[in-house]
C-alpha cells in the first residue's frame, strides 16, 4: 500500500510523501466518537476549483499520494471527477471512506476504478450488530449489513485484498475480545488486515484533556490489540501508531477549512490557510512544525520516547499528544509502551 522506498526519500529530504484531503465534512455512519456528529459545526468545504488547484500543487511538490479524506468522501457529487483529476497528474488515489456508500454496486465499481494503483480504506469496527448500536447509537437498521456488502462489491469490482484495509477506532466503549474477532474475521474470510487507530475524538480543538483520558482505552487493552492485529499483517512487532515516523512526518493535510495541518487529526484552529497563502508557500513557510522535523532528533522526542526501543521507527501519535495535551511534540498518551503512561 505504502511505496516505502519513495516513502524514506522524502522522508530524509524534508518532503512530502502524501497529502490527506479533506472534501467533505458529513459522514453518515454515525460513529458517537467522532466529532463530525457535532451538530453545531458548520458546513464549510473546499470548493472544487480549490482542490483541483491543490492537487496541481501537489503534483508540482512530488505528492506520490492523495489520502481523499471526510467526513465521507463519497457523499462529494463530484468526487469522480476529483479522483480522475488527480489520476491525470500521476498522483495515486487512496480512498478512505466510512463503507456505507460502497453497499451500491455503481458506487464501489468507480472507486476501484478511481483508485487503479491505490488503497480503499473502509470502517468496520465490530462484526456484533449490539456492539455496532453501541457504538452508532444514531445508525440505520441494516447498516452493518450494508457495510460487509459494500467489502464485498469491492472486491468482487477488482480490488485485490491487499488493497484493502479495514480501518478502525478502538474505544473504551469496545472489548478486546470482540476486536480481536473483527481483525481475525475480516483476515480469515476475506483475507483483508486491519489497521487499529486507539481512541482519537478528532475534535476541531485540542481540548481534549481529562475528558479525553476518561474515554481512552486502558493501555494494556491497547496493546494486546495492537499486537494481534500486527501478528495478523505478518508484523512480527507492533508500534504505538497506526504508521510509522516516516509516513508520519512525510504527511501533511489540507482540512474541509483549508487549513493546513501535520495531520488531519491535528487541527489548530490558527493553522495556516490555502485560502491566504498558496499550498507551495505555506509548505515553505511552515516546513518545520508541518513536517514536525524537530522530532527528527532524538533529544526532542517525549518523555518516555527517547529511550525506547522501537523510536527508530516509531514516535507515538502526534494526534493524540495534541488532542489530550494541546501539545504536537507530547508524549502519546495511549503508549502500551512508554512507561510514562502507567
Known amino acids: 500500500m505504502i511505496d516505502f ?9 524534508d518532503r512530502v510523501y502524501a497529502l490527506q484531503l479533506e472534501i467533505w465534512d458529513r459522514c453518515e455512519q454515525r460513529c458517537d466518537y467522532c466529532y463530525m456528529e457535532a451538530g453545531s459545526l458548520p458546513h464549510r468545504v473546499l470548493d472544487s476549483g480549490k482542490i483541483l488547484e491543490v492537487l496541481r500543487e ?55 476504478e478511481a483508485t487503479a494503483g491505490g488503497m480503499v480504506a473502509f470502517h468496520v469496527g465490530t462484526i456484533d450488530e449490539d456492539v455496532y448500536v453501541a457504538l452508532h447509537s444514531r445508525a440505520h437498521a441494516g447498516d452493518l449489513r450494508r457495510l460487509l456488502a459494500g467489502v464485498e462489491n469491492v472486491l468482487a469490482a477488482g480490488k485485490p485484498p491487499d488493497l484493502l484495509l479495514n480501518s478502525v477506532t478502538l474505544t473504551r466503549g469496545q472489548s478486546v475480545s470482540d476486536m480481536i474477532r473483527t481483525i481475525d474475521f475480516f483476515k480469515d474470510t476475506y483475507g483483508i488486515d486491519t489497521c ?22 486502558d493501555r494494556t487493552d491497547v496493546g ?8 495478523r499483517s505478518g508484523r512480527t512487532h507492533a508500534i504505538a501508531n497506526c504508521v510509522n515516523k516516516e509516513y508520519c512526518s512525510a504527511t501533511v493535510a489540507v482540512t474541509n477549512e483549508g487549513l493546513v495541518t501535520p495531520c488531519a487529526t491535528i487541527r489548530p ?7 491566504e497563502r498558496t499550498l507551495r508557500q505555506v509548505l515553505n513557510e511552515h516546513v518545520e512544525d508541518l513536517l514536525l522535523l524537530s522530532m527528527k532528533r532524538q533529544e526532542n522526542l517525549a518523555e518516555g520516547c527517547r529511550d525506547c526501543g522501537r523510536n ?25 509502551r512508554n512507561p510514562v503512561n502507567r
Open 224 to 231: 494486546k490489540v495492537l499486537q494481534h492485529a500486527a501478528a
Open 312 to 336: 527508530s521507527e516509531c514516535w507515538g501519535c502526534r494526534g493524540r499528544a495534541w488532542d489530550c495535551f494541546d501539545n504536537v511534540r507530547g508524549r502519546d498518551p495511549a503508549c502500551f
Open 5 to 13: 522506498e519513495a516513502l524514506r526519500r522524502c522522508y530524509d529530504e
Open 269 to 275: 484552529a490558527d493553522s495556516p490557510s490555502i485560502h
Open 58 to 112: 501537489a503534483s508540482g511538490l512530488g505528492v506520490s499520494r492523495i489520502e481523499w479524506l471526510g467526513g465521507e468522501p463519497l457523499l462529494r457529487p463530484d468526487w469522480r471527477r476529483l479522483l480522475d483529476a488527480s489520476a491525470e497528474l500521476g498522483i495515486v488515489n487512496n480512498m478512505w471512506t466510512g463503507g456505507l456508500p460502497l453497499a451500491r454496486r455503481g458506487v464501489a465499481e468507480d472507486v476501484v
Open 196 to 217: 487499529v487507530n486507539v481512541y482519537q475524538s478528532y475534535r476541531p480543538m485540542g481540548t481534549g484533556g481529562q475528558s479525553y483520558l476518561e474515554e481512552m482505552p
